[in-house]
């Protein structure tokens, strides 16, 4: 039996929320980033980067805007046929918006404000990257909470609307951007078969729990106005996974 250890760091001291807290205002369960255990398995399967990815939706009064984030590496790891673990690089400076893509000096303006200080700061923090803690089958007391959001014709799909389909498990992991790292607890579809492991999740973030602070509706005085982007990010994990 191989002895894995998945970035097996002490818990990063976040002040956020009282540690295993839902922070106020967020529909994925997010606190304190929580410390990995050292993880005993007997097989660890390898990301397959074209067929896994990061997708994403940001809204505002006006409009919205969806694209997708590549995957740079990664392991799950598996005792079994149970997801004990795992570690996903997430691509940031590759960062893609797909919506505006018939419109090239449109689409290269906002990939490159993605990138920029206002947002993910892909200079400085090229990667993210979210380490699995602890995955639990799901039930219905793991419900997700639903923010109350401005009303306008675009604002965020709530994480019930967003939520996948059929959930099976109860997903926890820490997730870093920016230099900063919590934890966040969501439904997924898990499933390991036929040598492979297959994983789907939507859950919401805040964005400006980790520093995306451009246009953050909590300084809009006057929301009438729609100068704001909802920190509100619908967010998708579809990640595929071989021997």
């Known amino acids: 039996m191989k002895n894995l250890k998945f970035l097996g760091f002490a818990a990063f001291t976040i002040l956020v929320a009282a540690c295993g807290q839902q922070k106020e205002g967020t529909d994925a369960e997010v606190s304190e980033a929580k ?64 919506d505006l893509k018939e419109d090239p000096e449109s689409h290269g303006k906002l990939v490159s404000h993605l990138k920029s200080e206002d947002f993910f700061d892909a200079e400085n923090h090229p990667t993210a990257e979210f380490v699995i803690t602890s995955v639990a089958p799901y039930s219905k007391e793991d419900s997700v ?13 709530s994480a019930k609307e967003h939520m996948v389909a059929s959930p099976t498990h109860k997903v926890t992991g820490n997730l870093s951007m920016r230099g900063k790292t919590l934890s966040v607890s969501f439904p997924a579809h898990v499933k390991v078969q036929d040598d492979k492991v297959i994983a789907k999740a939507k859950f919401n973030i805040d964005r400006s729990l980790w520093g995306l ?27 595929v996974a071989g021997k």
């Open 35 to 98: 410390e990995v255990a050292e993880v005993n398995t007997s097989e660890s399967f390898s990301i397959n980067k074209e067929e896994s990815q990061i997708t994403w939706i940001g809204s505002k009064p006006t409009g919205k805007h969806n694209g997708t984030i590549p995957i740079a590496s990664g392991d799950i790891a598996v005792e079994g046929n149970e997801v004990v673990g795992g570690t996903i690089v997430i691509n940031v400076a590759e960062i893609d918006n797909e």
């Open 145 to 157: 909470k639903v923010k109350e959001e401005f009303d306008t014709q675009y604002k965020p799909a």
């Open 213 to 239: 602070q451009y246009g953050n509706e909590a300084d809009v005085v006057d929301k009438a106005k729609d100068k704001f982007i909802y920190n509100t990010v619908n967010v998708g994990f579809d990640i």
